[in-house]
């Protein structure tokens, strides 16, 4: 079965894994692939949501880290718009346009 897996960052990911959580990951997806017991009219069905949940989650990935990247942007941006304020402050108002 495909489940949601979370990691450590709050981020959820599509993982393959067994019923009983006994087992997970790509391998359990191959071996479905692999199984005689695999009806053949699933095998391009099983293909294509491997390679939809590959897709998912690489743009889940990438969405992550662009988030996390901008909220640091931000930061940043905030610190220098802070300094800058902070300078100005201690400038005379007649000084600060020369």
Not at 35 to 57: C, F, G, K, W, Y
């Amino acid at each position: 079965e495909l489940a949601q897996q979370t990691t450590g960052a709050g981020t959820a990911f599509l993982r393959w894994r067994k019923h009983d959580r006994s087992a997970m990951g790509v391998a359990l997806w191959q071996e479905l692939m692999a199984s005689t017991s695999t009806p053949v009219n699933l095998l391009a069905d099983l293909h294509a949501i491997e390679l939809q949940r590959i897709t998912l989650n690489m743009q889940i990935s990438l969405l992550h880290t662009l988030g996390r990247l901008a909220q640091e942007c931000a930061s940043k941006a905030t610190e220098a718009e802070d300094a800058y304020l902070r300078r100005l402050k201690s400038i005379p108002p007649a000084l600060r346009d020369q």
